[in-house]
């Protein structure tokens, strides 16, 4: 082992981190970690524009949630893990890019999981991914004493036996794995709850808070590039730059506003416990899968326009207007709810159902969802005006 500035260090000891750190911020592996994980993330939404626009509904939803749950899941494990026992060295963040590896990996898988059910990339990615982070539990535990080891043991423990079981899922027959994934699924999610049964782990506030928010504008800033090369297409190809005006500026709108109400008011104040941030961070798979399922739906909502989508008006606008809804009502059941009270408790929730109900408006559906969600900004903003200042929010 030895010593020096962080990064320069082979390996330290793997120490828990003070959960009131003053100024904890995101570090630039963390970064570099988000905007490579975003590249499956648009690897999962162009397939779901993909099987929406060709009517595939069941294989688009069955294909979108299971991929973008193991995007996020590996994404979430790491930045709490890191919250916790970041140490910069060598060793750290060699396997933190072994991490990316496994991510990249799994990307490249994503497109086989939709068109052909073939999970073997996929997984094989995720595994690689997963095991990393068992690897790194294990250094955990070895700077850990009493309870707090034992927890870091049974993440590692926890972590390992998941992965055996999704090598094991590649064994059954094609038409089995859709009812296998759930089970999956509330394995990998019972190890965090079961691991931190007796303690919990020394997550930063603050920083867990940076987190999502940085990544939550890394997969809005996806959801944006998405629907721009989509609408540079159609224009070069069809010449059909009046249909796709109004998508184009209902889909800014409801973008611009996604980003407004996410970041109104801090939430790390909050995030006090371990139930609170679980809820918190669980709930983020739907704020996540919402906001890039919105790019997806604008790339749908183009090649209807153009006459490329073999599915009805109204269901390309759907594909806007129902993540949208639920990325509004998520984002303020998960924490744009508080400190609020009185009208402005319901302006989001009743925006939500208002773009929902504007699916019923046809081809003019995008434009009217995206002017009701600014109408939404401008109403928080107007009822926020009104009242003494008490949490900082402006929604």
């Not at 999962?44 to 069955?62: M, N, S, T």
């Not at 999704?166 to 089970?183: C, K, Q, R, T």
């Not at 190809?237 to 709108?253: D, K, N, S, V």
Request: glycine residues 8%; hydrophobic residues 55%.
């Amino acid at each position: 082992m030895t010593t020096g500035s962080p990064g320069e260090s082979v390996m330290r000891r793997m120490l828990p981190r003070r959960r009131d750190e003053a100024h904890r911020v995101a570090t630039s592996l963390e970064l570099f970690f988000d905007l490579c994980f975003v590249v499956a993330v648009g690897q999962a939404g162009r397939q779901l524009a993909l099987a929406l626009a060709e009517g595939h509904l069941r294989v688009a939803l069955i294909g979108y949630a299971s991929t973008f749950f193991a995007v996020w899941w590996a994404w979430m494990n790491f930045t709490w893990f890191a919250s916790a026992y970041d140490t910069d060295d060598v060793v750290y963040r060699l396997t933190t890019l072994v991490q990316i590896t496994g991510a990249l990996i799994m990307a490249a898988g994503i497109p086989r999981m939709f068109a052909s059910r073939d999970f073997a990339l996929g997984v094989l990615g995720y595994v690689v991914m997963r095991l990393a982070m068992v690897t790194q539990w294990l250094r955990a535990a070895r700077g850990e004493q009493g309870a707090a080891r034992a927890m870091c043991r049974d993440y590692a423990l926890g972590i390992a036996l998941v992965q055996v079981g999704w090598v094991l899922m590649l064994l059954l027959p094609a038409s089995a794995i859709p009812y296998v994934l759930p089970v999956g699924v509330v394995a990998e999610l019972a190890v965090p709850a079961v691991a931190e049964r007796r303690v919990q782990s020394a997550w930063h506030p603050h920083h867990i808070a940076e987190r999502y928010g940085l990544f939550t504008l890394i997969v809005l800033g996806e959801t944006v590039s998405a629907a721009t090369v989509a609408m540079q297409s159609a224009v070069d190809e069809h010449q059909a730059l009046g249909r796709l005006i109004p998508i184009a500026i209902g889909g800014l709108l409801v973008c611009f506003a996604a980003w407004w109400i996410y970041f109104a008011a801090p939430i790390h104040e909050h995030l006090r416990s371990n139930r609170q941030a679980f809820l918190w961070g669980y709930g983020h798979y739907v704020v996540f899968a919402s906001a890039a399922a919105i790019g997806a739906g604008l790339e749908v909502a183009v090649e209807q326009a153009v006459g490329t989508a073999h599915i009805t008006t109204a269901a390309a606008t759907a594909a806007v207007t129902v993540p949208a809804a639920l990325y509004l009502v998520t984002v303020w059941a998960l924490h744009s709810r508080h400190g609020k009270a009185g009208a402005a408790q319901w302006v989001l929730p009743s925006t939500a159902a208002l773009v929902l109900a504007c699916t019923a408006l046809g081809r003019s559906g995008v434009l009217a969802a995206g002017l009701v969600a600014a109408a939404a900004v401008a109403v928080g903003l107007g009822l926020h005006a009104r009242r003494p200042v008490q949490d900082g929010s402006t929604t």
